[in-house]
């Protein structure tokens, strides 16, 4: 399983950006997904999740409402929309992919990803 993530930049506090990931080499459609992210000198934390079939999605308390996660089975892709960005969103960004197929509850720690893109940087300017 490969997972190819673009999107990354640097950005004023209040912007937007638009992480993308694409995976190969699996049956996308029957994997979990999720985006973790990694700030300097702080470990690697969960930042939202979708569920196999995409009906079910899950934030952090620090993104929800600024950040939408999606995916798109017939794209093999997952999204990460990040809007009203702020200094502290700076970090290293991961996407992953869930270590079993069909899996549920849909998986929001790291142990239960299997999977990993490289990262990408965000950073966000005051």
């Known amino acids: 399983v490969q997972l190819q993530a673009s999107g990354g930049g640097l950005v004023q506090a209040g912007g937007s950006l638009r992480h993308c990931c694409a995976a190969?080499?699996?049956?996308?459609?029957?994997?979990?997904m999720g985006w973790f992210r990694q700030a300097p000198g702080k470990e690697r934390e969960f930042v939202a999740a979708?569920?196999?079939?995409?009906?079910?999605?899950y934030y952090a308390d620090s993104v929800k409402g600024r950040f939408t996660i999606s995916r798109d089975n017939a794209k093999n892709t997952v999204y990460l929309q990040m809007n009203s960005l702020k200094p502290e969103d700076t970090a290293v960004y991961y996407c992953?992919?869930?270590?079993?197929?069909?899996?549920?509850?849909?998986?929001?720690?790291?142990?239960?990803?299997?999977?990993w893109g490289q990262g990408t940087q965000v950073t966000v300017s005051s």
């Open positions: 979708i569920s196999w079939r995409g009906g079910s999605t």
């Open positions: 992953a992919a869930a270590r079993d197929s069909r899996s549920w509850p849909v998986p929001r720690t790291l142990a239960e990803y299997g999977y």
């Open positions: 190969y080499g699996h049956t996308f459609s029957s994997y979990a």
